[in-house]
């Protein structure tokens, strides 16, 4: 019998988890794939876990409440808002993401949407394959982006990269709001960094938002920041749609209190095909897409094979998500027929 129970829920239970075996082969684990199709069955599923290894949904109280063997709970996505942190937390349990496994992909879509607003690319193509008139004045003005102001609400991983990409690259004035963010890092990246995100809405030409989904940044971007923002300014959003105020954000391009958008998230997703935003010819879209690529796929299951692998070697996860849980660790050590010790900084 294998010392450790690893169990992977996912869209099925075929497949050769060739990263997960390859980060884990000095441990000796028993791999237990599942694709349950109802929170039943999820939980049926991570009984007598020792880790659960989630590559899809059904992260929710009563499943993490049925893992109370459970030592990390890993998602292979780098946003994790679809789980109860707090019940794992409550349970002892470590929760990690996959942090940095697609900084390039996202930062790279938010530059990509920055730079085709700037451009009304995708604009004149629409125009041009349905009117097929010349009449270039409709796109104007186009303002040098490397005279405009960016401005990255969140200044993580993700954010980082778009300050270099467009700050660096295209030379933008680049302003931050991240009040968790050390000012160290802010002097290296060479950037400057308010403190009142209204402040940032007011000076920046082009905002993009890469925070995570949590209470403290549901609806952050609402009608108070848009009342702030300049009318010819952009807003961009590759995060997560919770973090903007949607119908605020329909209401100020109605209104044309800004003057477009790039939107790779949405609240409801799939995005119902009667959203507005999807008519609007100043807001550009995609299917939350921004994370993928050939790179990001393989790396989503390096990453977590790395955290899972680093928790049953009794080590603090790199991208463990729930500090606060380590209180509850020594507790779980105390109780009978337990063993272990989790070691390294929180």
Same mark, same amino acid.
């Given at each position: 019998?294998?010392?450790?129970?690893?169990?992977?829920?996912?869209?099925?239970?075929?497949?050769?988890?060739?990263?997960?075996?390859?980060?884990?082969?000095?441990?000796?684990?028993?791999?237990?794939?599942?694709?349950?199709?109802?929170?039943?069955?999820?939980?049926?599923?991570?009984?007598?876990?020792?880790?659960?290894?989630?590559?899809?949904?059904?992260?929710?109280?009563?499943?993490?409440?049925?893992?109370?063997?459970?030592?990390?709970?890993?998602?292979?996505?780098?946003?994790?808002?679809?789980?109860?942190?707090?019940?794992?937390?409550?349970?002892?349990?470590?929760?990690?993401?996959?942090?940095?496994?697609?900084?390039?992909?996202?930062?790279?879509?938010?530059?990509?949407?920055?730079?085709?607003?700037?451009?009304?690319?995708?604009?004149?193509?629409?125009?041009?394959?349905?009117?097929?008139?010349?009449?270039?004045?409709?796109?104007? %003005?186009?303002? %040098?982006?490397?005279?405009?102001?960016?401005?990255?609400?969140?200044?993580?991983?993700?954010?980082?990269?778009?300050?270099?990409?467009?700050?660096?690259?295209?030379?933008?004035?680049?302003?931050?709001?991240?009040?968790?963010?050390?000012?160290?890092?802010?002097?290296?990246?060479?950037?400057?960094?308010?403190?009142?995100?209204?402040?940032?809405?007011?000076?920046?030409?082009?905002?993009?938002?890469?925070?995570?989904?949590?209470?403290?940044?549901?609806?952050?971007?609402?009608?108070?920041?848009?009342?702030?923002?300049?009318?010819?300014?952009?807003?961009?959003?590759?995060?997560?749609?919770?973090?903007?105020?949607?119908?605020?954000?329909?209401?100020?391009?109605?209104?044309?209190?800004?003057?477009?958008?790039?939107?790779?998230?949405?609240?409801?997703?799939?995005?119902?095909?009667?959203? %507005?935003?999807?008519?609007?010819?100043?807001?550009?879209?995609? %299917?939350?897409?921004?994370?993928?690529?050939?790179?990001?796929?393989?790396?989503?299951?390096?990453?977590?094979?790395?955290?899972?692998?680093?928790?049953?070697?009794?080590?603090?996860?790199?991208?463990?998500?729930?500090?606060?849980?380590?209180?509850?660790?020594?507790?779980?050590?105390?109780?009978?027929?337990?063993?272990?010790?989790?070691?390294?900084?929180?």
């Amino acid at each position: 019998m294998a010392k450790h129970r690893v169990v992977v829920l996912g869209p099925d239970t075929d497949d050769p988890l060739i990263h997960e075996r390859a980060e884990m082969a000095d441990l000796d684990i028993e791999f237990v794939q599942e694709a349950p199709k109802s929170e039943g069955e999820a939980i049926e599923a991570v009984r007598g876990a020792d880790a659960i290894m989630m590559r899809g949904g059904w992260g929710t109280e009563q499943v993490i409440r049925a893992a109370g063997d459970a030592q990390v709970l890993a998602v292979y996505s780098h946003g994790f808002n679809h789980i109860d942190v707090e019940t794992a937390t409550e349970m002892g349990i470590i929760v990690t993401n996959g942090a940095g496994m697609c900084a390039e992909e996202v930062s790279n879509q938010a530059v990509t949407m920055a730079l085709a607003l700037n451009r009304q690319l995708v604009q004149t193509t629409i125009h041009l394959r349905n009117v097929g008139d010349w009449e270039r004045s409709l796109f104007q %003005p186009i303002e %040098p982006i490397d005279e405009q102001t960016l401005g990255i609400v969140g200044f993580g991983t993700i954010g980082r990269q778009v300050a270099r990409k467009l700050g660096q690259g295209w030379r933008m004035e680049t302003l931050v709001f991240d009040p968790y963010i050390e000012p160290w890092i802010i002097k290296e990246h060479g950037v400057e960094q308010v403190f009142e995100i209204n402040e940032l809405c007011e000076r920046a030409d082009y905002i993009i938002v890469v925070v995570p989904l949590n209470t403290e940044t549901f609806h952050m971007i609402g009608e108070d920041q848009f009342d702030h923002m300049k009318k010819s300014a952009y807003y961009i959003n590759v995060c997560r749609g919770s973090v903007t105020d949607e119908p605020a954000l329909i209401e100020a391009l109605r209104q044309g209190k800004i003057r477009g958008a790039g939107l790779d998230v949405f609240e409801q997703e799939p995005v119902d095909p009667g959203n %507005p935003l999807l008519q609007m010819e100043n807001v550009i879209t995609a %299917p939350h897409i921004a994370g993928m690529s050939t790179r990001s796929g393989w790396l989503a299951r390096q990453r977590a094979s790395q955290q899972v692998a680093a928790v049953l070697r009794g080590e603090w996860p790199s991208a463990g998500q729930n500090p606060e849980v380590t209180a509850k660790l020594e507790q779980k050590r105390r109780m009978p027929g337990s063993n272990g010790k989790i070691s390294g900084h929180a």
